[in-house]
T-cell receptor, first 114, second 114 residues
Framework: AQSVTQPDIHITVSEGASLELRCNYSYGATPYLFWYVQSPGQGLQLLLKYFSGDTLVQGIKGFEAEFKRSQSSFNLRKPSVHWSDAAEYFCAVGAPGTASKLTFGTGTRLQVTL | DSGVTQTPKHLITATGQRVTLRCSPRSGDLSVYWYQQSLDQGLQFLIQYYNGEERAKGNILERFSAQQFPDLHSELNLSSLELGDSALYFC?????????????FGPGTRLTVL
């Protein structure tokens, strides 16, 4: 069974500082990997995804993530955080093929101080 | 705006009651997913439909049922409600089944069971 671990429940960074949110997954092969963002009172929005190929993927809003097979990780990064990035971030894993189930991590709440 | 609509936005009801949550997918999307987000369980996949047929099932209770209609909208029925069913229920849609297809999330229905 697939699973996702986001070890940081809550992270606070200063505006303009760099950000890295951690995500580790458990799956027998290379899964599909996703990062979603949820702003207060909103649904989830896809930031980026990894299926195969280049292990560094670029997403929207200046985010990027790097897939590291050896560490079973898919960490999300942003070089300079903006106050509007304050939200909850979810890492998710899906199995390649026609099975559509996404398994989500518990989320990391990002607070940005001015 | 993801293009996925959910009604109602908020629902307050009593234990033992039955409610129906409604979801309209994005135009052109054939697959609909239901997720439950609660403080103790996190974001959990409940069930998926594709073009009217049940496609995948997750941690959905027997008291819960869903269906997708010919016009592709979906309804999630929750019966014999318990306090623990209080949660945010999300609907998502994608053009086709398979985790490789981006899922677009609606704004959610917040259910409160008193």
């Amino acid at each position: 069974a697939q699973s996702v671990t986001q070890p940081d429940i809550h992270i606070t960074v200063s505006e303009g500082a760099s950000l890295e949110l951690r995500c580790n997954y458990s799956y027998g092969a290379t899964p599909y990997l996703f990062w979603y963002v949820q702003s207060p009172g909103q649904g989830l929005q896809l930031l980026l995804k990894y299926f195969s190929g280049d292990t560094l993927v670029q997403g929207i809003k200046g985010f990027e993530a790097e897939f590291k097979r050896s560490q079973s990780s898919f960490n999300l990064r942003k070089p300079s955080v903006h106050w509007s990035d304050a939200a909850e971030y979810f890492c998710a894993v899906g199995a390649p093929g026609t099975a559509s189930k996404l398994t989500f991590g518990t989320g990391t709440r990002l607070q940005v101080t001015l | 705006d993801s293009g996925v609509t959910q009604t109602p936005k908020h629902l307050i009801t009593a234990t033992g009651q039955r409610v129906t949550l409604r979801c309209s997918p994005r135009s052109g999307d054939l697959s609909v997913y239901w997720y439950q987000q609660s403080l103790d369980q996190g974001l959990q996949f409940l069930i998926q439909y594709y073009n009217g047929e049940e496609r995948a099932k997750g941690n959905i209770l027997e008291r819960f049922s869903a269906q997708q209609f010919p016009d592709l909208h979906s309804e999630l029925n929750l019966s014999s409600l318990e306090l623990g069913d209080s949660a945010l229920y999300f609907c998502a849609s994608s053009v086709a089944p398979g985790a490789g297809n981006e899922q677009f999330f609606g704004p959610g229905t917040r259910l409160t069971v008193l």
